[in-house]
């Protein structure tokens, strides 16, 4: 009875363990099931609720006809859903697609980056909301959103997915950016009575970033490599 209940839980505890599919995983499901072609036309990747992964990725591909836009939802390692959005995605795709060659930063890593991030910033959450998109540079960003247990917001934070970089954040270090850390220049607001202030917020995004370059060599993870192994 007792070695009857023993094997039980060693074949029953790898499928309690699975995780959910990081990004990486749910765009080798679509270079699969739609070909390797369809991973060169990748406007958006979105995933919700993750904990610390999603259950679902929704992905937004460009149609090479130039017929608008797709979009495929691939779960439990299999397309689960694909359709034309109900109406039209603003603006032009041109720009807009995401070179996977660029890809150094999957959405596990992207976790790791982001949660570090928080914790400098004392930011609790509970989940994550994952955006992977092109910045206005056209380099692929993530764009990662902290929630509360009440599924409010607590924070979001943009990372370069090529080299790891922390560009942005809002609701966290009085929305500091890189910019803000590189013209790091006097001026009159610099000497008014909340220099003293601005100075730490600076100082502590610029060691966030610091530390965000060293957690990105630890997790970094290229794509090309990763969908060339199979």
């Known amino acids: 009875m007792w070695k009857f ?12 363990a699975q995780e959910n599919a ?3 995983e749910a765009l080798r499901v679509v270079g ?23 259950k679902k990725w929704k992905i937004i591909l460009e149609d090479p006809d130039g017929r608008g836009v797709r979009e495929v939802e691939v779960a439990n ?17 041109e720009g807009a697609r995401i070179d996977t060659s660029q890809l150094n930063l999957d959405s596990s ?30 380099e692929p960003v993530w764009i990662i959103t902290l929630l509360g247990r009440s599924s409010r917001p607590v924070g979001t934070i943009h990372i370069g997915a090529m080299r790891g970089t922390v560009k942005r954040t809002e609701g966290m270090f009085a929305g500091a950016t890189m910019e803000d850390v590189e013209n790091d220049y006097d001026t009159d607001e610099e000497h008014g009575p909340f220099s003293s202030v601005k100075r730490r917020i600076k100082d502590t995004f610029r060691r966030t970033q610091e530390e965000a370059r060293g957690m990105f060599d630890r997790v970094k993870r290229s794509f090309s490599d990763f969908i060339n192994r199979g």
């Open 5 to 16: 209940l023993g094997a039980l839980l060693v074949v029953a505890t790898p499928a309690f």
């Open 77 to 93: 390692e299999k397309i689960d859903s694909q359709h034309r959005p109900g109406r039209s995605v603003a603006g032009s795709t």
């Open 109 to 138: 890593g992207a976790y790791e980056v982001a949660r570090h991030t928080a914790d400098l910033s004392h930011a609790n959450f509970a989940t994550v909301d994952y955006t992977l998109r092109t910045d206005e540079r056209g």
């Open 22 to 24: 990081t990004a990486y």
């Open 32 to 54: 699969s099931e739609l070909g390797r072609g369809a991973l060169n036309h990748v406007v958006s990747i979105n995933g919700v609720k993750g904990d610390p992964q999603p």
